[in-house]
């Protein structure tokens, strides 16, 4: 499902000036890079089915990682295979089978409620009506989202609009659902409820 084999990504970035007039100078003719390593030979393989979290402490390489899975961004070196795809060289084809939700990024639409959002996605994905129907069904129910399925997103709570974007990572049945700090900011409660819908629903796509 997923296989990650010897990754590493590194970022170049401008090295801090040296004091002094002299060296100010030259630095508005030539400026000095140095490279910065944020995920260092890193491999590991993901089984379908499974549900698997990716710890450590802030800096730790957790987000870029995930964008270079979903192929937002491309690896420096190594090779990441989901699905048979390489995400960095076909983006397209690769979203169409995963979700990704960045809890610092919304990915929906501001000023338009969120039934509306989801058949701008149902679009995008060029979901099935009827596939389309079920999910969004079975989303609000799961998701106890009927009290504000038609206000727009901008009116929303932080917990109700998490739970907004969740929903709208799910709408084309991906295959794969990727995570980037889904609960940032919600309180024990939300967090509680968000983790036993993700358990409910890998049950509820491991049914025959």
């Given at each position: 499902m997923?296989?990650?084999?010897d990754v590493s990504k590194a970022y170049r970035v401008n090295r801090p000036r040296e004091s002094g007039w002299l060296a100010?100078?030259?630095?508005?003719?030539s400026r000095a890079y140095e490279w910065k390593t944020a995920v260092s030979d890193l491999s590991f393989h993901i089984k379908?089915?499974?549900?698997?979290?990716?710890?450590?402490?802030?800096?730790a390489g957790k987000s870029t990682t995930v964008k270079m899975l979903s192929g937002v961004l491309t690896p420096t070196s190594g090779r990441i295979l989901?699905?048979?795809?390489?995400?960095s060289r076909d983006r397209k084809r690769n979203a169409m089978h995963i979700g990704v939700v960045f809890g610092q990024r919304s990915q929906l639409y501001w000023d338009l409620?969120?039934?509306?959002?989801?058949?701008?996605?149902?679009?995008?994905?060029?979901?099935?009506?009827?596939?389309?129907?079920?999910n969004v069904e079975f989303m609000v129910e799961l998701l106890e989202?009927?009290?504000?399925?038609?206000?727009?997103?901008?009116?929303?709570?932080?917990?109700?609009?998490?739970?907004?974007?969740?929903?709208?990572?799910?709408?084309?049945?991906?295959?794969?659902?990727?995570?980037?700090?889904?609960?940032?900011?919600?309180?024990?409660?939300?967090?509680t409820n968000i983790r036993r819908f993700l358990k409910e629903l890998n049950a509820e796509k491991k049914q025959p």
């Open positions: 997923i296989e990650v084999h100010s100078a030259q630095s508005l003719f379908e089915g499974e549900l698997v979290g990716f710890i450590g402490p802030n800096g989901t699905n048979g795809i390489e995400p409620p969120m039934e509306d959002t989801f058949r701008l996605f149902q679009r995008m994905y060029r979901i099935e009506p009827d596939v389309f129907r079920r989202m009927k009290g504000f399925y038609r206000t727009p997103i901008r009116q929303l709570s932080l917990r109700q609009k998490m739970r907004a974007n969740l929903a709208a990572s799910l709408l084309h049945d991906p295959k794969i659902l990727y995570l980037d700090e889904p609960t940032i900011g919600l309180d024990v409660i939300a967090k």
